[in-house]
């Protein structure tokens, strides 16, 4: 069974375009045509894959790439993949399909082996490893639903289930001190795309965290626990907040301003990067400065200046994991995921096509 579809896609499109109609076709989870009122149309050529297997790289805050591994390649499997990098930087979980299964593998860096992690038949996704890269806590849908479950990233005992919840799951992580165990629903399912939180030595359900009529995606915590980053479209687009966790009422900043998505921390705290959002505009990787010592009495933002650092890698965008990069440990490195030979031109097979006055086209051909 593939993994459930996740309907977190972005919009093609962005103001002054109003959009009021986007729809997914192909088994692709991002919209292949996008119309707005004023009748232009923006579609998508052919399957919108790309060619190749997919491999990992090194890249750095200047933009330098390099292959973690030549030679080694992976299939995600069908939907929206996904992998992290543990904490300590030395391994990554992949979710990856062999053989007809989708499984949690375990790679680890830069050319060490490739090895199962779960062996159920059913589909696991969203793998992220506990503060001490000691376990891996994933979503399956082995109990007929997406629910959280976690595995000694050794491979050694059983899966053990973390929480069991009425809605679809897409994602599970821990919080640093592993208090909490923060989850978010799929936009999909009851409630929307809502970040929710339980303590489990505590709480036998999962408290609405962040909960609104709008969507709230990507949760990421800082390395002191103390700030949530996330991506909501409350704007009618996809921007990068931060509040205070884990009382969230207390305060919220907008990061981006043009459109964000993918927040990650840096190690030391002091740093949190985004990738501006969305196409056909420039797409960024920027880095914000963070003032670490801002509390609750204090006035003003803990946000500081930003900085871009490069045009963020069209390969990454969407395609491969919902999170493009992860950071390792000096902060000086990231890891992402491309399809193989993507840094070229001809790893495409579609195109994306604006038609203009398309309403009135549309009339003369169908007039009724």
């Given amino acids: 069974m593939a993994a459930p579809f996740d309907a977190d896609?972005?919009?093609?499109?962005?103001?002054?375009?109003?959009?009021?109609?986007?729809?997914?076709?192909?088994?692709?989870?991002?919209?292949?045509?996008?119309?707005?009122?004023?009748?232009?149309?923006?579609?998508?050529?052919?399957?919108?894959?790309?060619?190749?297997?997919?491999e990992f790289v090194w890249f750095?805050?200047?933009?330098?790439?390099?292959?973690?591994?030549?030679?080694w390649t992976f299939d995600p499997g069908p939907g929206v993949g996904s992998w992290s990098l543990s904490p300590d930087g030395t391994r990554m979980a992949v979710r990856a399909e062999i053989d007809g299964n989708v499984d949690i593998w375990i790679k680890e860096l830069d050319d060490g082996p490739f090895s199962r992690l779960t062996r159920d038949e059913a589909d696991e996704w969203s793998p992220a490893w506990t503060p001490d890269s000691e376990w891996v806590t994933f979503i399956s849908d082995r109990g007929g639903n997406g629910d959280v479950w976690t595995k000694r990233a050794d491979g050694t005992g059983e899966a053990e289930l973390l929480y069991d919840d009425d809605a679809l799951l897409q994602e599970a992580f821990w919080s640093p001190d592993e208090e909490w165990l923060l989850v978010r629903r799929s936009s999909g399912g009851d409630g929307g795309g809502d970040i929710l939180a339980l303590r489990p030595s505590e709480d036998s359900v999962a408290l609405p965290l962040l909960a609104e009529e709008y969507d709230e995606f990507e949760p990421a915590l800082s390395p002191d626990g103390r700030w949530l980053a996330y991506i909501s479209n409350e704007t009618s687009r996809y921007e990068v907040y931060v509040r205070p966790f884990p009382d969230v009422e207390s305060g919220k900043w907008l990061v981006s301003t043009d459109g964000g998505i993918m927040p990650a921390w840096a190690h030391s705290g002091s740093e949190l990067f985004f990738v501006s959002w969305p196409p056909p505009t420039r797409v960024d990787f920027i880095a914000v400065e963070f003032d670490t010592e801002f509390g609750p009495n204090s006035s003003g933002s803990p946000l500081g200046e930003k900085e871009t650092l490069y045009p963020a890698p069209p390969w990454g965008l969407g395609n491969?994991?919902?999170?493009?990069?992860?950071?390792?440990?000096?902060?000086?490195?990231?890891?992402?995921?491309?399809?193989?030979?993507?840094?070229?031109?001809?790893?495409?097979?579609?195109?994306?096509?604006?038609?203009?006055?398309?309403?009135?086209?549309?009339?003369?051909?169908?007039?009724?």
């Fill in 320 to 368: 491969v994991a919902r999170t493009l990069y992860g950071v390792t440990p000096d902060d000086q490195r990231f890891l992402a995921a491309r399809v193989q030979g993507s840094a070229g031109d001809d790893t495409f097979v579609s195109e994306l096509i604006l038609v203009q006055n398309w309403f009135e086209e549309l009339k003369e051909r169908v007039p009724n």
């Fill in 60 to 71: 750095t805050r200047s933009g330098e790439v390099t292959l973690v591994d030549a030679g």
């Fill in 9 to 54: 896609a972005m919009e093609l499109t962005s103001p002054p375009i109003p959009i009021v109609e986007e729809v997914a076709v192909n088994n692709s989870p991002y919209p292949l045509y996008t119309v707005s009122e004023s009748g232009e149309l923006l579609y998508q050529t052919g399957s919108g894959q790309r060619r190749g297997g997919n």
